[in-house]
């Protein structure tokens, strides 16, 4: 691998972690105003669509070439909602649905 690709993919890293991190981190201060509204509840909700629209197009390629993927990635949907819908948080959810689906695919391969 060129060294070129690993420093851009590390500064991408961090540039990523660095735009999710301080916003929350500014705002500890503040308190979080007790009504929301639409736009509130809108932007609440771009965490799951955005991992599920992710796990949709990387998933799409590998599922159209080996039939047998279509398994653990439902299994993998299914546990990202369902966990998303109890704790209402978009990190858990992502880990356990990842963890869902390589286990599916681990159980799946010995059949």
């Given at each position: 691998?060129?060294?070129?690709?690993?420093?851009l993919g590390l500064l991408v890293g961090l540039v990523n972690y660095l735009f999710r991190?301080?916003?929350l981190r500014l705002r500890a201060g503040h308190a979080r105003p007790a009504k929301r509204g639409a736009t509130g509840i809108l932007?609440?909700?771009i965490?799951?669509?955005?991992?599920c629209a992710l796990l949709v197009v990387s998933s799409a390629p590998e599922v159209l070439h080996d039939s047998r993927r279509l398994l653990p990635t439902l299994i993998g949907?299914?546990?990202?909602?369902a966990s998303f819908y109890k704790t209402r948080s978009i990190i858990v959810p992502t880990l356990l649905s990842a963890l869902a689906?390589?286990?599916?695919?681990?159980?799946?391969?010995?059949?």
């Open positions: 691998m060129h060294h070129e690709v690993l420093i991190y301080l916003p932007l609440d909700t965490g799951i669509a955005s991992i949907f299914a546990v990202l909602g689906y390589g286990l599916a695919w681990k159980f799946l391969s010995y059949l």
